[in-house]
């Protein structure tokens, strides 16, 4: 494809064509990302991307939290390889429960659980956590970096 085509004919011409002429220009940049099931996807950007907005771009509404916080935010400063993100867990159904201290006593003697939604890609990771759906607005300091 040459650039008079893709101009001249804006509607006609396959987004893949776009993709692959604005690779072969170097105006654009793909990275590859490992997914935690093994699958890889694909981020496009003009220039390269902060290991911060990777990582943000992996869920939409991710937000940079805890270490990764802390040294953005300046409290550390020490940063860390593995990036921080969070964003809300899907909705799910209310269901009817009550609590007893023999349940609060038995989770609290289970191993902690820690998240297995590894992102790695050429030049950072990101560990994914969830965090309960209608939560996020709650949490106090939480700022939108990314959008």
Known sequence: MDFARAINYLFTVNP????????????????TVLKPDGNTTER???????????????????????????FLHGPVDTDNELLYITAEAAQRPKEAFTISQAAIDTAFRKEQ??????????????????????VFMMLPGVVCLFR
């Open 16 to 31: 893949e064509e776009y993709t692959v002429y604005l690779l072969e220009k170097q105006w654009l940049r793909r990275v």
């Open 44 to 70: 496009y950007s003009c220039g390269d991307l902060s290991p911060y907005e990777m990582a943000a771009s992996l869920k939409g509404g991710a937000f940079v939290s805890h270490l990764s916080a802390a």
């Open 113 to 134: 659980r820690t998240s297995k939604a590894l992102y790695e890609w050429e030049g950072g990771k990101a560990l994914l956590q969830s965090i309960a759906a209608g």
